[in-house]
């Protein structure tokens, strides 16, 4: 799930958008890059790490120029090489750098398309690659460049490729260019700054990259939507094609957005809120007489919910685990054994917290179940007398294939698994799931903004479809099997 962000300023705009991903780091841990417009010059900076590590003081003093764009990687396809960081460049037509986040699930096809029929060579196994390949082709087969050609290249791309796919691209000689999937599957969102010298704009992923650059959110990109901001500040939005049912991801308010953004116009903060109000619920149907003593969250992401569940059962929120700030997110962590590892460095557990209680962990999601069997044992190991486990989403059944590396539904805890033998493989006295249509109602919320999501981890139901053997495939290519095997070799 990674994280992009573009700028037109007046100014220069790297320290800016060095800024924006500092706060895009939850979304990608993996590889950082920025390319700015620089007259008729792309400059580029990426490599394999966190932003920190990526840029330094003489990287950040060559990104000289007022148009430019940011991403932070978490891969789905290809490798986790540097080659594959983002933004990828191309210098036909005009000259090209494009940062994506989504994943494609007809890059096979499109691959051989793109050779055959675009005579275009793709270098890696990055489907961003590809996609930008894509943009290039059908913006070069138009005539003159202009924002009207662009918004036509976009429609190309949008009948061409399938998938989740948010991006923005810098284009030599005219400026800025961002769309989004047609099902608006996942995030982008458009900000403004207005200062002495005028209007300036910036797309990000999410709303809170705006926050630290001075940027107010004005509204989300829409589905099929395509914005272009030329060099010289001008705005162009166009709908590049009919819009597919809306369904942004669910797992966006579950566990991969900060809190602190709005997507879709939703406050995720508050939508974990109600997901965990939701939850409590279920539990008092469940247990009207339960005999929780403690309700302790597991940090980060499910604070927000772990907090309402505690309200609405009316007992002790209490930190039970100390998050070690220097580890990383580890659920998008590349190898299973680095995850394993980097829960215990990760988490510790107070012990007076545990000790002879009843206690209900909660998390915010389920997947591999790499966090909750640890915990579950150090809560054991520090005394607890009943562990009970909470997660504010659904059991986690099928892979998912627009931008969260959870491709082999082997590697996924639920999978053809009833919760009992969940709960008996984490080892916990009780496990509860959120119901599914809790969590959508969560998000929707009491407005229903939302009706339609892309909940397919949960439901197994895949908006756009996939290529025939997709499924098959991308487990060769992407299991944790295939992955080890692949940085041995
Ligand atoms: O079942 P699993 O495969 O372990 O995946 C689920 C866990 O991973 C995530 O935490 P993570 O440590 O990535 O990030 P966080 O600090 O934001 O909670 C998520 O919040 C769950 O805790
Ligand atoms: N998580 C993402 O958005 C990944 C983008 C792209 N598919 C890549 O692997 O680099
Ligand atoms: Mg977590």
């Known amino acids: ?33 920025m390319a700015i417009a620089n007259g008729n010059r792309l400059l580029l900076h990426k490599g394999n790490g966190l932003v920190s590590d990526v840029f330094d003081d003489e990287s950040m003093r060559r990104l000289v120029g007022h148009v430019g764009i940011g991403h932070c990687r978490y891969p789905t396809a290809g490798s986790e090489g540097d ?142 939507e395509a914005i272009v901001i030329t060099a010289d500040g001008v705005l162009h939005a166009r709908q590049c094609i009919e819009p597919g049912v809306h369904t942004p991801c669910i797992f966006e308010y579950v566990y991969f957005a900060r809190p602190d953004s709005l997507i879709d116009d939703i406050s995720v903060h508050k939508a974990r809120m109600r997901m965990g109000q939701k939850l409590g619920e279920k539990i008092l149907r469940l247990r009207p007489g339960h005999d929780i003593d403690t309700v302790i969250p597991i940090p980060d992401s499910s604070r927000d919910a772990a907090l309402e569940v505690a309200h609405v059962l009316g007992v002790k929120y209490r930190e039970g685990f100390i998050k070690n700030r220097y580890v990383g997110r580890t659920f998008i962590m590349p190898g299973q054994d680095q995850r394993v590892k980097s829960v215990r460095r990760k988490l510790n557990p107070i012990p007076l917290e545990f000790r002879n209680r009843v206690v209900l962990l909660v998390d915010d999601s389920i997947v591999r179940g790499t966090t909750s069997r640890q915990i579950v044992q150090m809560a054991r190991d520090a005394g607890a007398r009943k562990v009970y486990l909470a997660s504010a989403a659904p059991p986690v059944r099928y892979p998912n294939i627009y931008g969260i590396d959870m491709p082999s539904c082997e590697e996924l805890i639920a999978h053809g698994r009833s919760e009992e033998e969940i709960e008996t493989l984490l080892g916990c006295d009780w496990l509860i799931y959120q119901d599914l249509a809790d969590l959508e109602e969560s998000v929707s919320g009491p407005k229903h903004r939302l009706e339609h999501f892309d909940s397919s981890c949960f439901n197994g139901e895949y908006v756009t479809g996939a290529e025939a053997d997709y499924f098959e495939r991308v487990k060769r290519l992407r299991s944790d099997e295939a992955k080890t095997t692949r940085r041995a070799s």
């Open 83 to 224: 080659d594959e960081a983002q933004p990828f460049y191309v210098n036909s037509p005009y000259g090209i750098a494009l940062a994506h986040n989504g994943n494609l699930v007809n890059t096979d096809a499109l691959r051989s398309e793109v050779f055959q029929q675009d005579r275009r060579n793709i270098n890696t196994e990055s489907d961003s690659e590809v996609l930008l390949n894509v943009f290039a082709h059908e913006l070069g087969s138009r005539e003159a460049l202009s924002p009207e050609t662009a918004f036509k290249a976009v429609t190309g791309v949008y009948r061409r490729c399938v998938g989740g796919y948010a991006v923005v691209a810098t284009v030599l000689g005219l400026g800025l260019v961002a769309f989004r999937d047609p099902n608006g599957i996942r995030p982008l969102v458009l900000g403004k700054r207005t200062g002495v010298a005028g209007d300036e704009y910036a797309v990000a992923s999410e709303s809170v990259a705006f926050d630290l650059t001075g940027f107010k959110r004005v509204r989300d990109v829409l589905p099929g």
């Open 1 to 33: 799930m990674c994280g992009i962000i573009g700028i037109v300023g007046h100014h220069d705009v790297a320290a800016q958008l060095y800024d924006g991903l500092m706060v895009l780091q939850h979304r990608g841990q993996d590889a950082a890059g």
